[in-house]
């Protein structure tokens, strides 16, 4: 089926109660689709009366069409929780690295910091402590 069910996002699905004349006894809330809109993306989903109006949409297919569907989306979620995986795996990569680069300069801020003050001390007079 490909890609021929991405147009059923287009239907839209609504409530209704059957008019009187169509319903014995009980109105009762009733699912599904408007056959006149159906037939503008769909025109093989509906059925058609004597003068070529749309009469009743064929439900019976719809279940097919939305298991591609529904297929579909399952595969979108697999490959995209895929990578969601591999993205947490190199963001847990760049953070040690990231750790390791702070260790590393961390240190050699300390040394560097030990240098100058040692420097500092042999500049600085007797007696004094170089600060002024």
Do not use: H
């Given at each position: 089926?490909?890609?021929?069910?991405?147009?059923?996002?287009?239907?839209?699905?609504?409530?209704?109660?059957?008019?009187?004349?169509?319903?014995?006894?009980?109105?009762?809330?009733?699912?599904?689709l408007i056959a006149e809109e159906v037939a503008k993306v769909y025109p093989e989903l509906v059925a058609y009366d004597?003068?070529?109006?749309?009469?009743?949409?064929?439900?019976?297919?719809?279940?097919?069409?939305?298991?591609?569907?529904?297929?579909?989306?399952?595969?979108?979620?697999?490959?995209?929780?895929?990578?969601?995986?591999?993205?947490?795996?190199?963001?847990?990569?760049?953070?040690?690295?990231?750790?390791?680069?702070?260790?590393?300069?961390?240190?050699?801020?300390?040394?560097?910091?030990?240098?100058?003050?040692?420097?500092?001390?042999?500049?600085?007079?007797?007696?004094?402590?170089?600060?002024?």
């Amino acid at each position: 089926m490909g890609d021929s069910t991405a147009a059923l996002m287009k239907l839209r699905p609504v409530t209704f109660v059957y008019k009187p004349e169509y319903a014995n006894g009980e109105r009762a809330l009733q699912y599904g689709l408007i056959a006149e809109e159906v037939a503008k993306v769909y025109p093989e989903l509906v059925a058609y009366d004597k003068d070529g109006q749309p009469y009743s949409v064929r439900y019976q297919y719809l279940s097919t069409m939305l298991l591609n569907e529904v297929q579909k989306q399952y595969r979108r979620a697999e490959a995209e929780a895929e990578q969601i995986k591999t993205q947490q795996q190199e963001i847990e990569t760049l953070r040690q690295q990231l750790q390791l680069q702070d260790a590393s300069l961390q240190e050699r801020l300390s040394r560097l910091e030990k240098l100058v003050r040692v420097n500092t001390a042999e500049v600085a007079p007797e007696g004094t402590s170089g600060a002024q």
